[in-house]
């Protein structure tokens, strides 16, 4: 039955791969936290610290410093719990929704969650940055708003993600 399959799927070491994922992936997502710590305490970015977010986030550092130059990162937070959303502009008509962690394009699905070839996307790493350089536009709104524009953003960039031209990971996003 499904319990037996299951069973099968474990000791073929499919649920293994998960844990492995997450673990190797725990040590420079914390590297990266501490350097954006240093980066919000200079108020700058460095050489050395360019360098070292280009060893830990690869082709991802690039394309984070275009974000920050050319698009906009906006922080919704609401007024009664300070919970907070990011929306990021992007190539495409609608931005793109990021909390720490995740991110709506297809890049971080594809290329940090599932197959984890990348550390986080350029939107997540470019919403990091800004937040430790204090660059992101903060907009509060009332909770109820903010549950609303959350649901909103989540349901047009879920849609936008299942279109057929998204079907494709190697779309640059």
Partial sequence: GEMADVADANDAGVGWRWRDVAFSAAVPLRVLDVLCSEVRTNGKISDQQWQQLHLLC???VPAA???LDFKQIKR???QETRRSFFL???SSKRPHLSVPGFCTCAAYCHKVAVQAEMLVCKHELAVLLSEALSLSQIEEVPEEQWANRFSIAWDLSMFECTQPAFADA???I
């Fill in 58 to 60: 690869g082709d991802a």
């Fill in 65 to 67: 410093a275009d974000v």
């Fill in 76 to 78: 919704v937070v609401s």
């Fill in 88 to 90: 990021v502009d992007s």
């Fill in 170 to 172: 190697s779309i640059s």
